[in-house]
Structures are given as C-alpha cells and as structure tokens.
C-alpha cells in the first residue's frame, strides 16, 4: 500500500514521540455525505467517492491483502511509527534522511515481492519485535496509494482490517460522526477481500450502534461478509483465498499471509494517521 508522500520536512524523533461469497462489482455511491450526515457509507474504489465527500468524516482505508494488516502488525510489534510513501525512490530519501537520527527499517513489495535491498517486504509475519521494534518503518506497497491520498481531507484516517477489526471499530466509533469505509481495491478494480473486510466492519458498527445510510453499497458488503462468514472461518478463508488477490500471493508460494490476513481480531491496534509527522501511530 503505497501512501502519503512525505514532504520536503523531515519528522524529527520519530521513535521519541512515537463461490459461497458474493462479490459486489463497480458499484459507484448514489449519495455523498458529511460529517454532519452522520451514518456509515462504504465506498469500493476511491474513485466511487469525490475527495470532497469524505471531508469532516472518520475514514477507515482498507487494503485486506496485505497492507493494512501489515502495518497494524509492525505498530503491535513495537515499531515507533509507519511512515507509508508514494514510491521507491521517496523510500529509500526517506529512509536516507531519518536513518541519521533513529533506527530506520525499509518495508514494502511491488507485485507481491520484497524490493531489492529492503530490509522487509509486505507479508504481515515478518514484522517482528525483533525487526521493527524501536525503529522507524518506511513502507511502500503496489496498492492502497490512491485511497490514503484520497482521504487527506478527512478528520481522522483510520487503517482497517480483519485482523484489527474490533480495534478499530472501536476507536472509530469513540468519536463518533458521519464513517466512511474506502477500499483500496487493485489496479483500479474491485477487490473481493476489501469488500468482504468492508463487510465485517458495517457488522461491528453496527454492534457499536453506528448505522448504515441509505446507499446500498454497505448493504451489499454485509451480505458477502455474512455469506462467507456464514462458514466459519473456514468460509471467509476460502473466500480470501479466492479472490483476485488471493490467487496471486498462492502463485508467489504465500498462502499463509491470506491466512493471517484472513483471520479476525489478533490484532488490537487501529493505525491512525499523524497529520504532523505523516506518518501512521496506534
């Protein structure tokens, strides 16, 4: 998940203030909505909602397959911050500048494999207290950019995932407001996993009493969450291991990322984003 281009400022000490499922296809929002709408909305492509749209509201970014796990991985793992940039160049500046001041690990992938000379790739195992405990993460993945940046404007910028699901349900709904569910999709289409994630999350808020607006597009995420789910965790595996984006890390040989990615509430961190380090904190 590529996001957020750094700026020309550099954050100053970082790690001291540290077939069963049914996959909704292009559906575009009927209605926009801000925070004083209130109300839940989910949104299967950046492209379905108008930056604007999302101004003033609570926004959870879902990349299911691997991104938003990972980087709730490496925060729970003792990372001080994920620093998420636009590209492989901005990663390694990046990593250049901050490594003169705090411990610098470089994380990220380009069509699911690690890049040559980082220390990381994007599989959520490998982000260790051993690895990234006490050091800066800079992070850059295939997919996810277009969502984070779309978002820019909200009030917060939450990263959500099934394995943090409960986590930041709840930290979403604290404060509560109009919520916006954005799925980073892959290469411009949908993505089955970001829909079926999207799912679970409508279902957790609503447990926390936040309900959905009048747009059918969450409405349609619960029902695959409910039809995969219905299975077990068996069913949402299948589910995952299905998907566009399930098919492509088994060809890699990474069939146990789907299954961490695809297992719920392991993780009890909600990444948050820092507008004043750009960077993403638990």
Not at 49 to 54: E, I, K, Q, T
Not at 162 to 182: D, F, K, M, W
Not at 229 to 234: D, I, K, L
């Amino acid at each position: 998940m590529a996001v957020f281009a750094s700026g020309d400022g550099t954050p100053v000490g970082l790690c001291a203030v540290a077939g069963r499922a049914y996959a909704p296809g292009r559906m575009a929002s009927t209605h926009q909505t801000d925070a004083r709408t209130g109300g839940l909305r989910v949104h299967l492509l950046p492209a379905h909602v108008p930056a604007g749209a999302l101004g003033g509201s609570t926004v959870i970014v879902i990349d299911a397959l691997r991104a938003s796990v990972t980087i709730a991985a490496a925060l729970q793992a003792g990372a001080c911050t994920v620093m998420p940039v636009l590209s492989v160049d901005e990663a390694m500046l990046l990593a250049g500048r901050l490594g003169a001041s705090s411990p610098v690990v470089l994380g990220g992938e380009r069509g699911g494999v690690r890049l040559p000379g980082f220390d990381l790739g994007n599989s959520p195992a490998e982000y260790t207290a051993e690895s990234v405990g006490g050091r800066v993460l800079v992070f850059t993945t295939t997919n996810g950019t277009r969502a984070l940046l779309h978002a820019d404007g909200a009030a917060r910028i939450l990263v959500g995932s099934l394995p943090n699901r409960r986590a930041v349900c709840a930290a979403a709904a604290e404060h509560g407001g109009s919520i916006q569910i954005l799925c980073a999709g892959t290469d411009g289409g949908v993505s089955m996993e970001d829909a079926l994630t999207a799912g679970a999350l409508v279902e957790s808020l609503g447990g926390e009493g936040i309900g959905m607006s009048g747009d059918d597009t969450a409405r349609l995420c619960l029902e695959a969450w409910r039809a995969a789910a219905s299975s077990g965790e068996a069913g949402v595996l299948d589910a995952f291991r299905r998907s566009a984006g399930g098919r492509n890390l088994l060809e890699l040989g990474m069939g146990s990322d789907i299954a961490l990615c695809a297992r719920a509430d392991w993780l009890d961190v909600a990444p948050e984003f820092d507008v004043s380090t750009r960077g993403l904190r638990r």
